[in-house]
């Protein structure tokens, strides 16, 4: 029962930075892994990011290394992901999600809304 809101999503040029938020609603927001993926037009849902409860690992698509970072404030139960030289390739509906797995990242869940992205040429 945890429920999930993005925001910050906005067009932008190619090069320019965004930094979305995930705000969460639970309060066991800390004991979970947190997730972001993205769906862009005509495309499949993708992994983007993700972020263990404690913040102490990260991990990434190949194709956001160096550029994005994903990051966390447990005391605002709140997920973020900057990203930061954005290509136009970057655009799509950004969506966070709650790792129910146990930590391997194979099942996610408490889908929000997403935040759309759009990068411009």
């Known amino acids: 029962q945890l429920q999930l809101v993005e925001s910050g999503g906005g067009l932008v040029q190619a090069g320019g930075s965004l930094r979305l938020s995930c705000a969460a609603s639970?309060?066991?927001?800390?004991?979970?892994?947190m997730g972001w993926f993205r769906q862009g037009p005509g495309k499949e849902r993708e992994f983007v990011a993700a972020?263990?409860?404690?913040?102490?690992?990260?991990y990434y698509a190949d194709s956001v290394k160096g550029r994005f970072a994903i990051s966390r404030d447990n005391a605002k139960n709140t997920v973020y992901l900057q990203m930061n030289s954005l290509k136009p390739e970057d655009t799509a509906l950004y969506s966070c999600?709650?790792?129910?797995?146990?930590?391997?990242?194979?099942?996610?869940?408490?889908w929000g809304q997403g935040t759309q992205v759009t990068v411009s040429s």
């Open positions: 639970g309060r066991a927001f800390s004991s979970y892994t």
């Open positions: 999600a709650v790792d129910l797995s146990g930590g391997d990242l194979t099942d996610f869940g408490f």
């Open positions: 972020i263990t409860r404690n913040g102490g690992d990260t």
